[in-house]
């Protein structure tokens, strides 16, 4: 495809409930990252898949929030129970290569929780 | 882990003239600093990105300069123009250790005045 794709481009939901959202990297691209932008802030990193396996997790904030790449390719970053902390743009990014150079980013799928 | 402060927060101009932003980093294995320039509700996008082996890189009107010594990072815009309005961000990470994270600065706001 021409760029890193997110979906939904925005959703509301009520506090408690789950939402998933979608991000389809780069053709052919290895790496893909999950990261958090709050409001006036920079990108916050939550979570590294290499092809199908997820490497490094650590900036997940809690348990509700789980992430996959099952074919190496398209990724969903699941949040249950969310939260009105949980309120920001979520930003998914692809690289060529197994590092975080040149990485390219989607638009970003901003949540609300209300 | 690393830790990178950025500032100014926001930065005004008169088109035409030059802008600087400034980050620092605290992880001394830092080898990798690239900069998202992010319109407002667009994705980030990198501009410029330098490696530390190399003290400065040109790209037309922008470049970068690396001290590793001080551990601080710059970003120089020269012959500001309107459309150079945005939110820059600069970023360090290890390249060569797999999956490794950018870590973000807050941002600064960048105005150029027509």
């Known amino acids: 495809g021409a760029g890193v794709s997110q979906s939904p481009r925005y959703k509301v939901a009520k506090r408690g409930q789950d939402v998933a959202l979608r991000c389809d990297p780069i053709s052919g691209h290895v790496s893909l990252f999950w990261y958090q932008q709050a409001l006036g802030q920079g990108p916050e990193f939550l979570t590294y898949f290499q092809n199908e396996a997820q490497l490094d997790k650590s900036g997940l904030p809690s348990d509700r929030f789980f992430a996959e790449r099952p074919e190496g390719s398209v990724s969903t970053l699941k949040i249950q129970r969310t939260q009105q902390e949980d309120s920001a743009v979520y930003l998914c990014a692809s690289s060529y290569a197994a590092t975080n150079e040149k990485l390219f980013f989607g638009s970003g799928t901003q949540l609300s929780v209300l | 882990g690393e830790n990178v402060e950025q500032h100014p927060s926001t930065l005004s101009v008169q088109e035409g003239d030059s802008a600087v932003i400034k980050c620092t980093y605290s992880d001394s294995a830092s080898n990798y600093f690239p900069w998202y320039k992010q319109e407002l509700g667009k994705r980030p996008q990198l501009i410029i990105d330098?490696?530390?082996?190399?003290g400065e890189k040109k790209d037309q009107r922008i470049a970068v300069t690396l001290n590793k010594t001080a551990k601080h990072f710059s970003l120089h815009i020269t012959e500001t123009q309107p459309e150079d309005s945005a939110v820059y961000f600069c970023?360090?990470?290890?390249?060569?250790?797999?999956?490794?994270?950018?870590?973000f600065g807050t941002g600064t706001r960048l105005a150029v005045r027509p």
């Open positions: 330098i490696r530390s082996n190399v």
């Open positions: 970023a360090a990470s290890i390249v060569g250790r797999s999956g490794d994270k950018l870590t």
